[in-house]
């Protein structure tokens, strides 16, 4: 999954230096929407190649990081 995660260039905000998001504010637009793009695609992708029967302990995790550290 890391190396996926890696490629896809997906991995800082899973265990990287990009785990929280930037300040939601008139100078950092887009790079707190570039933030919550990569944070969703990173989610999809590991809530994806999560079991069925592990889905329900990790539903509400608020973040990649969470699932991670699930």
Known sequence: MES???GEDLWD???G???TSPINES???NAFKRWKQLN???EFVLKQSISHSFFDH???CKSPR???DS
Request: aromatic fraction near 10%; hydrophobic fraction near 55%.
């Open 4 to 6: 996926y995660l890696v």
């Open 66 to 68: 969470n699932l991670a």
């Open 13 to 15: 905000v899973v265990d």
């Open 58 to 60: 990790i539903m509400w």
């Open 40 to 42: 969703a695609k990173a």
């Open 27 to 29: 100078g950092n637009v």
């Open 17 to 19: 230096n990009n785990t």
